[in-house]
Every structure is written in structure tokens, then in C-alpha cells.
């Protein structure tokens, strides 16, 4: 069965940085992407961060520059650095992984099969 636990959430003053990781168990993703996804209270989840199997990486524009995403496959973990948080970056983060191996599509919801449970992230201000 495969899993996707996502750890490194908390409570961050704005400017602050947090690092998140999602450890895959149940398969290896080596081959496939992952990306990061969020949600704020009232607010349809939304696409975040994502890396290709190559490890070519995509970013929502509202975090471009202060975020980075980056994979590790011995590990079977993706990573996502956050700096320079603001509060309006405070929601559940959730980790994804593609079934398909060599996709290319990130930013979409629907391309993604395997969900994590969420780590709350909270900037204040």
C-alpha cells in the first residue's frame, strides 16, 4: 500500500523559513513527479511546487523565488524549503505523487494519484 507522510509543519513568525518532507513508502517514485499542493481555510487546494523524475522543477508564481523543491530517490523523499514566509502562506500542505512514471505535468490536480494527510502550516504576522 502505498503512503505519503508529510512532516515539518508548524508555527513560523512572518520572514521565517520551515522545511517540509513527504517520505513515500509502498513503491519507489524515482520515476515519477511529485509536487506540493495547499489549502486555506475556505479556499480550493492549489498547486504549489512540483519536480519531474528529471528533476526539472515548476512553481506557483506566488512563491517563485522563496520556495524550493527538490527530491531525494535513495530516500524516497521530496522536500520543500520555504523562506521568507508570509502569512498569507498559512494552509495544509500536502504532498502528491504521480502513478504514471515520466509525466510531465505538474501544476494540475488531476495528475496526481497519491495524496499525503497534510501538515498545517502557520505564519503570523
Known amino acids: 500500500q502505498v503512503q505519503l507522510v508529510e512532516s515539518g509543519g508548524g508555527l513560523v513568525q512572518a520572514g521565517g523559513s520551515l522545511r517540509l518532507s513527504c517520505v513515500a513508502s509502498?513503491?519507489?517514485?524515482?520515476?515519477?513527479?511529485m509536487g506540493w499542493f495547499r489549502q486555506a481555510p475556505g479556499k480550493e487546494r492549489e498547486f504549489v511546487a512540483g519536480i519531474r523524475w528529471s528533476g526539472n522543477t515548476n512553481y506557483a508564481d506566488s512563491v517563485k523565488g522563496r520556495f524550493t523543491i527538490s527530491r531525494d530517490n535513495v530516500k524516497n523523499t521530496v522536500y520543500l524549503q520555504m523562506n521568507s514566509l508570509k502569512p498569507e502562506d498559512t494552509a495544509v500542505y500536502y504532498c502528491?505523487?504521480?502513478?504514471?512514471?515520466?509525466?510531465?505535468?505538474?501544476?494540475?490536480?488531476?495528475?496526481?494519484?497519491?495524496w499525503g494527510q497534510g501538515t498545517q502550516v502557520t505564519v503570523s504576522s
Open positions: 509502498g513503491r519507489t517514485f524515482s520515476k515519477n513527479a
Open positions: 502528491a505523487a504521480d502513478r504514471t512514471p515520466y509525466g510531465m505535468v505538474l501544476s494540475g490536480r488531476n495528475q496526481y494519484d497519491y
